[in-house]
């Protein structure tokens, strides 16, 4: 009876059936992307939670033991993950590992001087339907039974974010064209900044824990002078009272927080790809309008 | 290179006026506290008062976030603590009161430290360390003032008895009993100034711009009201050039104007006639009788 | 009046006496000589007559609130820069207070003390320019400013030249002339047997007091040299009331 056992015990590990499959995701967006994409049939471990700097992120041993249980991995790619390399060697983990971005056309952008590849490609949301190919593709090859099911989400899920397009180039055409632009710190809009035609300045002359000086300072009112910024993106930087005192000076407005590698903790306004989107349209253009 | 590069920087930016105003202010203020600080032996006590200060401006920075008013509290709560407590141990034990000092602000330090992390990272604490004086806000300049105010017309109250207590304490004691009082109310004042100098310094700097104009004087004259006026004349051209470096060299803005008094500390020490250099290669002359 | 009562006065630090078990009173307007080998308590007494001390044992009762008092001229800090007018100018507290500022009267007062002294001309000198005589006699001028009722003068001589010792004990004599109480601890033995009339001999324990005849007589003296300097950390605690008068001071170690 023995091919009767190795059938149930087929059938049992099998994912289609009961238990969901468990996969993880190296952060926020992402995981919220896959938990759309795979409903109740997909159990999501998010490594870099809410609101945390993927950059600089340290795994812990949590984060191994949950990628050693997993059946499917999803990362960004595109060097997003900097750490992923050897944190996967460490976790042992054989399993298949999803590149979500597989496929989008990368930009590079300059930082401290050196070229690299942006990795934010989800802040264009063509580049989200890409990624959205990418999860369903991997969850179908992974649990063919439930494709049927994955598939109909995937379809949903993209008319959704071809619905949010439409209402960001709607809301960013309200904007003049020669006042789409914002100062922020953040180095993460620029696929956003190229979808959509908005100028995402950095700042000139201050940084985020140098002490200012006098010439820094004036070097960015003379920025935002120069360029006609009306608004001004730079939280968990520097002394609040320092970006008061530049915007008293100059007229400008301080805009409230972006999410840009991150979502925010639920209930905050952008606990979800989506909701991200929106809560940042919904601070940037009237920042850009001056309003 | 026209003239008005000494002062075109500060008519085109409105922050850099606000900083030089704020910082000037403090200059004045501080000098004279420090030139006592120095003629009472009490040097270091600038240094560990501002350390003293920590938890309190920390506690109001916990509840409230960089806004002054509950730092400034904060800040001027604890230290009038620890200076009370130090002055309550010395006369109460044998101890001397440099040694309760030291013990009491070193105790406020770890208790400040240890409650900042408790909710901040290490960038908010450097907040707390080190104010910009790019950064003064009308609240901050009207403290300022307020703390300037406060200074001037209460050293002007405990002026005798802190010269007296300076020049012959003992004598002091046997003939009144405003000793003590003016001793407390003294710090009081050094914690004052400490608090104000905080929000544009930070609390370390600020002690610099308290110590550092005030000793420099001291090479060039001798007497108590002298050490003061060249003080504050020492204190306003340090926060004037060390924002003009500020500027012009792009370097930070508190370390610069506290950089600069130590340049004129170290210019004095070798320059003046009570220097290291000059005292010693003048020739002496002397009057025939 | 100016005079002083001691009742069983013991003064000192940490549990050790440096004075003890002294009474007596200093009568208003005398002139006393407070005298006694090194360590003897003399200058306890004067801290502890003005206050700067607290008695481990009896009472001080003094009716007059208002003293002058010369210290030992070490504890004044000469490096800070004042001058000898505004050294002097210290003895117009109680006059002037905490606030008032000085008038051109109180310049004429400080001008006219420091003659007295042999100052003349010494008003705008800075004080560490002073010797250790010119010291002295500023502040002597101080204690003249203060213009009390009762002066308390610390070790007056001490690197003073004998010339110069002349010309303060005539200012003494004077003060005493004018009714003032006078208590100088002095080393001198024959310049207090030549002009002091009271003597307190002191040696931790009070040898005698009194006229100065009386008091300065070879016995007492021998008796006075012969005190222990040193204190003694096995002493035994000393039991207030443990023994019956009379009693001679000799049989028991404190």
Excluded at chain 2, 8 to 25: D, N, S, T
Excluded at chain 3, 60 to 74: G, N
Aim: hydrophobic share 50%; net charge negative; glycine share 10%.
């Amino acid at each position: 009876m023995h091919w009767l056992a190795l059938l149930i015990s087929l059938l049992l590990s099998s994912p289609a059936i009961g238990a969901p499959i468990q996969a993880v995701a190296s952060f926020s967006i992402l995981g919220d992307m896959v938990k759309a994409i795979g409903g109740d049939r997909v159990e999501v471990t998010t490594i870099v939670g809410a609101n945390a700097d993927t950059h600089v992120y340290e795994p812990k041993p949590s984060d191994a033991a949950a990628v050693a249980r997993a059946q499917i991995f999803f990362v960004n790619g595109l060097g997003f993950e900097g750490w992923m390399d050897r944190f996967v060697q460490a976790t042992g983990y054989r399993g298949p590992l999803v590149i979500a971005s597989q496929g989008v056309t990368p930009r590079d952008f300059v930082d401290d001087g050196v070229t690299v590849t942006d990795p934010h490609a989800w802040q264009s949301l063509s580049n989200g339907l890409i990624y959205v190919r990418n999860i369903r593709t991997a969850l179908c090859r992974i649990a063919p039974s439930s494709c049927g099911a994955f598939t109909a989400s995937a379809q949903d899920y993209s008319e959704q974010i071809l619905a949010l397009d439409v209402e960001v180039r709607a809301a960013v055409a309200t904007v003049p064209p020669a006042e789409r632009k914002v100062i922020t710190t953040h180095d993460a809009f620029g696929y956003f900044g190229a979808a959509y035609g908005v100028s995402f300045l950095a700042p000139e002359g201050i940084s985020t824990d140098a002490e200012p000086s006098a010439a820094g300072v004036a070097r960015l009112i003379e920025q935002i002078r120069s360029t006609g910024v009306k608004a001004l993106f730079i939280e968990n930087m520097t002394d609040p009272r320092l970006i008061e005192q530049i915007a008293n000076e100059t007229g400008i407005t301080v805009g409230g927080e972006l999410y840009a590698d991150a979502l925010s903790f639920p209930g905050r306004g952008a606990g979800s790809y989506l909701e991200m989107f929106r809560h940042n349209i919904g601070l940037l253009v009237p920042a850009m309008k001056g309003d | 290179m026209s003239l008005d590069v000494l002062w075109a920087p500060f008519v085109e930016f409105a922050f850099l006026r606000r900083a030089l105003v704020g910082a000037v202010i403090l200059a004045l203020s501080a000098a004279p506290v420090g030139a006592f600080l120095m003629f009472r032996r009490m040097s270091l006590a600038g240094d560990a008062m501002s350390h003293a200060i920590l938890p309190g401006a920390a506690v109001g920075f916990l509840l409230s976030g960089l806004a002054i008013l509950p730092m400034t509290l904060g800040g001027f709560v604890a230290g009038l603590a620890v200076a009370l407590l130090a002055g309550a141990v010395s006369r109460l034990t044998a101890q001397r009161e440099d040694t309760s000092l030291a013990a009491f602000y070193l105790i406020s330090l770890a208790l400040g430290v240890l409650l900042v992390s408790l909710k901040g990272s290490n960038v908010d604490l450097m907040h707390v360390l080190f104010g910009t004086v790019l950064a003064l806000n009308d609240d901050a300049l009207i403290l300022i003032g307020l703390v300037a105010s406060i200074s001037f017309v209460g050293l002007a109250l405990i002026w005798r008895p802190l010269y007296a207590e300076c020049l012959d304490p003992i004598f002091l004691r046997s003939v009144s009993r405003s000793g003590p009082v003016a001793h407390f109310i003294f710090l009081g004042l050094v914690v004052l100034n400490l608090v104000g100098g905080f929000q544009a310094l930070g609390t370390l700097l600020a002690v610099g711009l308290m110590m550092l104009p005030a000793a420099a004087a001291r090479f060039w004259v001798r007497r108590l009201e002298a050490v003061i006026g060249l003080g504050m004349a020492f204190g306003v051209l340090s926060a004037y050039l060390g924002l003009m470096a500020s500027y012009y060299l792009g370097a930070a803005s508190g370390p610069a104007i506290i950089l600069v008094a130590g340049i004129i500390y170290v210019l004095s020490l070798i320059g003046a006639p009570r220097g290291a250099i000059l005292s010693r290669v003048l020739p002496a002359r002397h009057r025939v009788a | 009046m100016s005079g002083i009562v001691l009742d069983d006065l013991t003064l000192g630090y940490g549990g050790h006496p440096a004075v003890h078990h002294l009474s007596g009173s200093f009568a208003p307007g005398s002139m006393t000589a407070v005298i006694g080998p090194n360590g003897s308590g003399k200058s306890t007494l004067l801290k502890g007559l003005i206050g700067a001390l607290k008695p481990l044992g009896g009472t001080i009762s003094r009716d007059d609130r208002a003293l002058a008092y010369l210290p030992q001229s070490a504890e004044i800090d000469r490096a800070f820069p004042a001058t000898v007018s505004e050294l002097c100018g210290l003895g117009l507290w109680r006059k002037r207070g905490v606030f008032s500022a000085f008038g051109p009267t109180d310049r004429v007062l400080i001008e006219t003390a420091l003659a007295r002294v042999g100052l003349e001309g010494f008003a705008r000198r800075p004080i560490d320019t002073l010797s250790g005589g010119q010291m002295q006699r500023a502040l002597f001028a101080r204690v003249l400013i203060e213009d009390a009722p009762l002066v308390l003068l610390d070790e007056p001589f001490a690197a003073v030249d004998e010339r110069t010792v002349g010309d303060l004990v005539a200012l003494i004599e004077a003060w005493r002339a004018e009714g003032r109480t006078v208590i100088a601890v002095l080393h001198d033995t024959e310049l207090v047997r030549e002009r002091f009339p009271q003597t307190l001999l002191l040696a931790r324990e009070p040898v005698a007091w009194g006229a100065t005849a009386e008091v300065l007589t070879p016995a007492n003296l021998s008796r006075a040299r012969a005190m222990p300097e040193a204190w003694d950390e096995r002493a035994p605690w000393h039991e207030p009331h443990a023994h019956e008068p009379p009693h001679r001071h000799e049989e028991h170690v404190h």
